[in-house]
């Protein structure tokens, strides 16, 4: 009886509920907006150009490279999936070489991931979306091939895999292997 009006009138056995239960928690893992952590580095990303800005076309901020935002590897991200002109000013580099480090260590977390159930990789597609979108519509940056492929991957449906993979040439073969694994797929 106490149960009454909790558990929906399909369900009629403690199996059946705890089925209904873990459903019930899977939908509420889901949510078609970004996830916390994702927002927060896009206010992060978002709130860039008013910390540059006072640099902007000054020789008051050196490039990232000269800087060594992270060393060498910096100079090999600068070139990556963003074409840089040598007249580009130093602060949008800056925006840039940030965007760039930012979807890299995104890549890396997705490779870290043990396992992707469907409503994770469609939850991991839309914080990736929302990623791009910051980088797109709010820092004004060309599209990153790489998040791309990455939320095409993550949210296509799972007969579709297969013949997506096939197309990816922005990630490396390691990571679309591991998200196929982590799908699933293999």
């Not at 009886?1 to 089925?19: F, H, I, K, T």
């Not at 893992?29 to 916390?36: I, L």
């Not at 949008?92 to 991931?113: F, R």
């Not at 998040?147 to 990816?168: D, G, N, R, W, Y």
């Amino acid at each position: 009886d106490e149960w009454r009006g909790v558990l929906p009138v399909a369900v009629s056995s403690a199996g059946q509920a705890e089925e209904e239960e873990e459903r019930r928690a899977g939908l509420l893992a889901f949510s078609p907006t970004p996830k916390g952590y994702m927002t927060q580095v896009g206010e992060l990303l978002l709130g860039l150009p008013l910390l540059l800005e006072p640099f902007t076309g000054s020789e008051g901020i050196g490039s990232p490279v000269s800087c060594s935002l992270s060393g060498r590897e910096a100079a090999e991200l600068a070139g990556q999936s963003w074409q840089f002109q040598p007249d580009t000013d130093a602060a949008l580099l800056w925006i840039k070489t940030i965007g760039e480090v930012t979807a890299e260590v995104v890549l890396q977390a997705v490779q870290t991931l043990p396992a992707l159930s469907p409503l994770g990789a469609k939850q991991l597609s839309v914080d990736v979306a929302y990623l791009g979108n910051i980088f797109s519509a709010g820092l004004s940056l060309p599209p990153h091939a790489a998040l791309l492929q990455l939320e095409t991957l993550l949210s296509c449906e799972f007969s579709a895999l297969p013949a997506m993979i096939e197309k990816v040439v922005a990630l490396s073969p390691a990571l679309v292997k591991a998200i196929a694994a982590k799908r699933g797929l293999y």
